[in-house]
C-alpha cells in the first residue's frame, strides 16, 4: 500500500519536485539538475523497497516451521536498511542537503566495497566492474561543488551532512514510538546472544544425564518482531508520503490496510477490504 503511494505521481509530488528542479538548475555548477536530486530519492526509495523484500521473506517463515530466531536475524538488515531511506527522506531539509546525504552514503559503499574487493583479491583494473570508486564519488561531489565525502569518527559526511551509523540512525528512529533499544535488543539473536536465543529453546529432557536445548516455538515471541517491522516500515514511508505531498494516514489505519490487503478473508466488514 505505501509502496504504491509512494510511486504515485500526483500533482502534488510534480508540483514540489519542479520547485526543488528549479533551484538546482539555477546553480552554476555543471552537474546541478534534474539527475542529483532524482538520484537521491531513487537512492531511498530503493532503501526502502529493500525493506519490504525483507519483510515479505520475514512473513514466509512466520508459518509455525521455524522459531523466531531466521525471523528476528532478517529483522536487523530490515531496519538498518529502512532506517537509511529514513534519513534520505528527512523532510524540510532541501535538495542540496539531500544530496549530500546520497552523497555521504555513496562514498560509505565505495570504501566498503574496495575494502571488500581488495579482500577478495580483485584485480585493480575490475574494481569498478564490482563497486563504484571512492575517486568516482569524490568527483561527482566537486562537480557539484560538495565538499568532498570523508569519514569523522564513525560517521561518513559530506558538505556538513553526517550519516550515522545503523545503532545511532536505528535508534533516531525508534525514539519517536520510545523503544530505542529495539535494534540492541534483535541484533541479539544474529550475535548468538543467549538472552536472545532463550525466546527460541527450551530444556527437553535429559540425555545421558546431561541438559541439552531444542528449537521451540513460541508465537508470542513473534509479537515484538511484527511491530517492530510495522514501525520500521510506517517511519520511512511516512517521510517520503509527506515529502509527496500525500495523505499521511495513522499507524493503525496503516496496520488495518495491509491487514485487508494481505489476509481478506479475515477484514471486518467496515469496508478495509475495499483498499
Same mark, same amino acid.
Not at 111 to 117: F, K, N, T
Given at each position: 500500500?505505501?509502496?504504491?503511494?509512494?510511486? &504515485?505521481?500526483? /500533482?502534488?509530488?510534480?508540483?514540489?519536485?519542479?520547485?526543488?528542479?528549479?533551484?538546482?538548475?539555477?546553480? @552554476?555548477?555543471?552537474?546541478?539538475?534534474?539527475?542529483?536530486?532524482?538520484?537521491?530519492?531513487?537512492?531511498?526509495?530503493? @532503501?526502502?523497497?529493500?525493506?519490504? $523484500?525483507?519483510?515479505?521473506?520475514?512473513?514466509?517463515?512466520?508459518?509455525?516451521?521455524?522459531?523466531?530466531?531466521?525471523?528476528?536475524?532478517?529483522?536487523?538488515?530490515?531496519?538498518?536498511?529502512?532506517?537509511?531511506?529514513?534519513?534520505?527522506?528527512?523532510?524540510? &531539509?532541501?535538495?542540496?542537503?539531500?544530496?549530500?546525504?546520497?552523497?555521504?552514503?555513496?562514498?560509505?559503499?565505495?570504501?566498503?566495497?574496495?575494502? !571488500?574487493?581488495?579482500?577478495?583479491?580483485?584485480?585493480?583494473?575490475?574494481?569498478?566492474?564490482?563497486?563504484?570508486?571512492?575517486?568516482?564519488?569524490? /568527483?561527482?561531489?566537486?562537480?557539484?561543488?560538495?565538499?568532498?565525502?570523508?569519514? /569523522?569518527?564513525?560517521?561518513? !559526511?559530506?558538505?556538513?551532512?553526517?550519516? +550515522?551509523?545503523?545503532?545511532?540512525?536505528?535508534?533516531?528512529?525508534?525514539? $519517536?514510538? /520510545?523503544?530505542?533499544?529495539?535494534?540492541?535488543?534483535?541484533?541479539?539473536?544474529?550475535?548468538?546472544?543467549?538472552?536472545?536465543?532463550?525466546?527460541?529453546?527450551? +530444556?527437553? +529432557?535429559? &540425555?545421558?544425564?546431561?541438559?541439552?536445548?531444542?528449537?521451540?516455538?513460541?508465537? $508470542?515471541?513473534?509479537?515484538?518482531?511484527?511491530?517492530?517491522?510495522?514501525?520500521?516500515?510506517?517511519?520511512?514511508?511516512?517521510?517520503?508520503?509527506?515529502?509527496?505531498?500525500?495523505?499521511?494516514?495513522?499507524?493503525?489505519?496503516?496496520?488495518?490496510?495491509?491487514?485487508?490487503?494481505?489476509? +481478506?478473508?479475515?477484514?471486518?466488514?467496515?469496508?478495509?477490504?475495499?483498499?
Amino acid at each position: 500500500m505505501w509502496a504504491r503511494k509512494l510511486s &504515485i505521481r500526483s /500533482d502534488r509530488y510534480w508540483t514540489r519536485l519542479s520547485r526543488f528542479l528549479t533551484i538546482a538548475r539555477s546553480w @552554476s555548477t555543471p552537474l546541478w539538475g534534474e539527475n542529483p536530486v532524482r538520484t537521491a530519492y531513487a537512492v531511498a526509495f530503493m @532503501s526502502y523497497q529493500a525493506g519490504l $523484500e525483507q519483510t515479505r521473506a520475514m512473513a514466509e517463515l512466520m508459518t509455525g516451521a521455524f522459531t523466531i530466531v531466521p525471523v528476528a536475524a532478517l529483522l536487523r538488515p530490515l531496519v538498518e536498511v529502512a532506517s537509511q531511506a529514513w534519513w534520505l527522506l528527512e523532510p524540510e &531539509i532541501g535538495a542540496v542537503a539531500r544530496v549530500a546525504r546520497m552523497q555521504a552514503v555513496r562514498y560509505r559503499s565505495a570504501v566498503e566495497g574496495e575494502r !571488500v574487493a581488495k579482500m577478495m583479491e580483485v584485480p585493480e583494473n575490475q574494481v569498478h566492474l564490482h563497486t563504484e570508486r571512492v575517486q568516482q564519488v569524490a /568527483d561527482y561531489s566537486r562537480g557539484l561543488g560538495l565538499d568532498v565525502p570523508g569519514k /569523522d569518527g564513525y560517521a561518513y !559526511v559530506c558538505a556538513g551532512e553526517r550519516l +550515522p551509523t545503523p545503532t545511532y540512525r536505528v535508534q533516531q528512529m525508534f525514539a $519517536e514510538v /520510545d523503544v530505542p533499544g529495539v535494534y540492541n535488543l534483535y541484533s541479539g539473536f544474529t550475535h548468538g546472544e543467549l538472552f536472545a536465543l532463550w525466546q527460541a529453546f527450551e +530444556p527437553g +529432557p535429559r &540425555i545421558d544425564g546431561h541438559l541439552h536445548y531444542f528449537p521451540a516455538v513460541a508465537e $508470542e515471541a513473534f509479537g515484538g518482531v511484527v511491530a517492530v517491522a510495522a514501525w520500521t516500515l510506517y517511519a520511512a514511508a511516512a517521510r517520503g508520503i509527506r515529502l509527496l505531498g500525500l495523505d499521511r494516514a495513522p499507524l493503525e489505519d496503516w496496520i488495518d490496510e495491509h491487514d485487508a490487503v494481505l489476509h +481478506p478473508e479475515t477484514s471486518t466488514e467496515n469496508g478495509a477490504n475495499q483498499v
